[in-house]
């Protein structure tokens, strides 16, 4: 593929010019799949790596946003994908769907069954700890070792991850922007009207959610200072406030409470009783726990009836947009203001891995058809063809920009072209800030924000960034309960926050031993004991 880089440079120029001249009556799925054909026809001839043919299955997620008359296997995007593929190394590519929300669980049933695809993923390091050590993962050492020259070029810094006792059971996703796991967000308008500043400790923010509270300060029904859903499977909506009550004292404690662990180190009950005080007063939403799928909370914040939220970072956009154009205003702005005990932040950011992609032990004569198509897309510059479709244009800071929701759809591409790109994320401009807030500017489908904000929000999203150590290491106690004791810490968590105040105390301490009695300390000890045998 390297030789034929030149080629492709000029045949991407030339399919943008064909589509800028918006040739007779072609569409855009006609031109882009004319331009691709070219492409992969020019590449194909100078690489000349067309071998024996072979048929790959590969798992797609299903967010349920296909364009009509399309479906998440087969549309504009994926039939690039496939000609890509046949025309490049004589691969037939066929995708197998797998809904989004329980992606996870069907992948367990699939593999359990046999029925799973040549390629599939997870972000879940237990889930593939758990293929790798029961032999249900093909090895992919030589396969890698052949085919990966564009994998160890471009992603290779993420691979450790997917490597138990020397051999590669996963190829590891690259992240782009690197970004935090959660981000808070402040209504800037009812701070304006309350006369009080963007708060920057926790005392500050309780003190502006009982003002919310007291004053109402949007003059709207049911008023909810601090909106929080109870989806049972992410601990988005209170473990940034959690953490600030620990005290990480070395890298050690750093990897024996990473993460989703965090909620049961010390220093945590006092967080959960804070947090216990405020549900109490009213501050945060009365029955947020019965909200399993964010129902509630969506409609409280879209509403403009929230006053302070926790999320997945840049996913309360959606909201946002929708209320500001509602208010004809600024409304939400992000906000640090979980301080530590010496009043710096730590604000826990994504690991550079992302997800790992495996081979199923049932599909490993084709292991060396899965690594040529997960190399062809470690390739930054095919990379940022499946994320931004092929007919993308960029902007004057070089940053690609991404065809408008009305566009993906009336060409026939899915909603989150950026599903299919399993391996790089990790392009040029995701290393700039001005090219990061440029995108994030030019990518909204309305005009909800202006270019300061994005600036302000990479500024404070980033105050503290830290990381927790990685290791690609998962003990036997870890695999065989981990996933049970992370669900049962977020109904630990719900619980103790929403039950009343004499409560608390007997109810926490009937509530952990019920996690130890399902596995937390032996997780806990091995883990500690892991890091002293690596130190």
């Known amino acids: 593929m390297r030789k034929a880089r030149g080629l492709k440079i000029c045949m991407a ?55 009509p008359g399309t479906t998440v296997e087969n549309n504009t995007q994926t039939e690039w994908i496939k000609q890509q593929m046949k025309e490049t190394y004589n691969i037939n590519v066929e995708y197998v769907s797998v809904p989004r929300s329980s992606s ?56 450790n991850m997917g490597q138990i006792d020397g051999k590669q059971f996963a190829i590891m996703k690259q992240r782009g922007v ?57 601990e988005k909506g209170y473990l940034n406030f959690l953490g600030s009550y620990v005290n990480l004292e070395s890298d050690k404690d750093a990897y024996v409470y990473s993460e989703s662990y965090m909620t049961v180190a010390p220093g945590t009950v006092t967080g959960l009783k804070k947090l ?74 994504e690991p550079r891995y992302g997800m790992f992609v495996m081979v199923p032990k049932s599909s490993e004569k084709k292991v060396d058809a899965c690594m040529k198509y997960l190399n062809w897309q470690a390739d930054p510059e095919v ?66 924000e202006t270019p300061d904000w994005f600036s302000n929000y990479y500024d404070v999203r980033s105050e503290g960034k830290f990381r927790y150590p990685v290791y690609s290491n998962i003990s036997q106690a870890e695999a065989d309960y981990g996933q049970n004791v992370v669900n049962m810490m977020i109904e630990y968590v719900y619980k103790l926050i929403s039950c009343s105040p004499d409560q608390f105390d007997s109810m926490q301490q009937t509530e952990y031993n019920n996690l130890v009695n399902a596995g937390l300390q032996k997780i806990l000890d091995a883990r500690a004991e892991y890091y002293d045998s690596i130190k």
Not at 117 to 126: A, E, G
Not at 292 to 318: H, S
Not at 384 to 395: A, G, L, Q
Not at 421 to 428: R, T
Request: net charge negative.
């Open 178 to 234: 690197e970004a935090p796991r959660h981000t808070a967000y402040i209504r800037q308008d009812w701070l304006d009207k309350l006369g009080m500043e963007i708060p920057k400790t926790k005392e500050e923010l309780t003190a502006y959610l009982q003002a919310v509270k007291d004053k109402n300060p949007g003059g709207v029904d049911n008023v909810v200072p601090w909106a929080m859903s109870g989806r049972n499977d992410t």
């Open 383 to 448: 990379a940022e063809n499946i994320v931004y479709t092929i007919e993308h244009k960029r902007d004057e800071n070089g940053v690609p920009i991404k065809l408008s929701s009305e566009e993906l759809s009336s060409k026939g591409y899915p909603g989150t072209c950026d599903d299919l790109n399993i391996v790089n994320l990790a392009m040029e401009w995701t290393k700039s800030k001005d090219a990061i807030v440029s995108k994030w500017a030019n990518d909204q489908s309305v005009d909800w």
């Open 13 to 67: 120029v030339f399919a943008a010019a064909v589509l800028a001249t918006g040739c007779g009556s072609n569409t855009g799925k006609d031109a882009a799949k004319a331009a691709g054909a070219a492409e992969t026809k020019a590449g194909a001839t100078a690489a000349g790596e067309n071998g024996e043919e072979v048929t790959i299955k590969v798992m797609v997620w299903d967010r349920g946003d296909a364009a």
């Open 276 to 349: 216990n005080e405020l549900y109490n007063k009213g501050l945060i939403a009365k029955d947020f726990a019965t909200d399993t799928a964010e129902d509630i909370y969506k409609a409280q914040v879209t509403a403009g009836n929230a006053g302070f939220f926790l999320d997945d970072t840049e996913r309360p956009w959606d909201y946002i947009t929708i209320l500001n154009q509602s208010t004809g205003g600024r409304t939400f702005v992000p906000v640090q203001c979980f301080e530590l005990a010496d009043g710096s932040y730590r604000t826990p950011f």
């Open 104 to 159: 996870d669980d069907k992948l367990n049933i699939m593999m359990s069954g046999g029925s799973a695809p040549d390629i599939v993923f997870t972000y879940n390091q237990s889930i593939y700890y758990n293929f790798a050590q029961n032999g249900g993962l093909a090895d992919l050492s030589q396969a890698y070792e052949t085919y990966g020259s564009d994998i160890k070029k471009f992603v290779s810094d993420a691979q």
